[in-house]
């Protein structure tokens, strides 16, 4: 099966959780279902919702919470 990517649309500082002591949005085998909110991209104070834009099972985070993306840098795999 391929693998789909989802890529961040802008530069910035990725995010797996919506604030530091609360749960990723989505753990790796997780179902994942179009428009879930997979992780956030922060650019100077602002935060942006990266969106899954299809269906399928997270299978991995190319990046670790807190590093930093380029736009067009997957951010998330899917199957």
Same mark, same amino acid.
């Given at each position: 099966?391929?693998?789909? #990517?989802?890529?961040? /649309? *802008? %530069?910035?500082?990725?995010?797996?959780? /919506? $604030?530091?002591? #609360?749960? $990723?949005?989505?753990?790796? &085998?997780?179902?994942?279902?179009?428009?879930?909110?997979? !992780?956030?991209? =922060?650019?100077?104070?602002? @935060?942006?919702? *990266?969106? +899954?834009? $299809?269906?399928?099972?997270?299978?991995? @985070? %190319?990046?670790?919470? !807190?590093? /930093?993306?380029? +736009? &067009? #840098?997957?951010? $998330? =795999?899917? =199957?």
């Amino acid at each position: 099966m391929a693998s789909h #990517q989802v890529k961040s /649309p *802008i %530069p910035g500082t990725f995010y797996r959780k /919506p $604030a530091p002591d #609360q749960p $990723a949005f989505k753990e790796v &085998g997780d179902t994942v279902e179009k428009g879930d909110t997979l !992780g956030l991209v =922060e650019v100077m104070k602002t @935060f942006h919702e *990266i969106k +899954a834009d $299809a269906a399928g099972t997270l299978s991995a @985070f %190319p990046l670790d919470d !807190g590093d /930093p993306v380029m +736009a &067009g #840098q997957p951010v $998330a =795999e899917f =199957e």
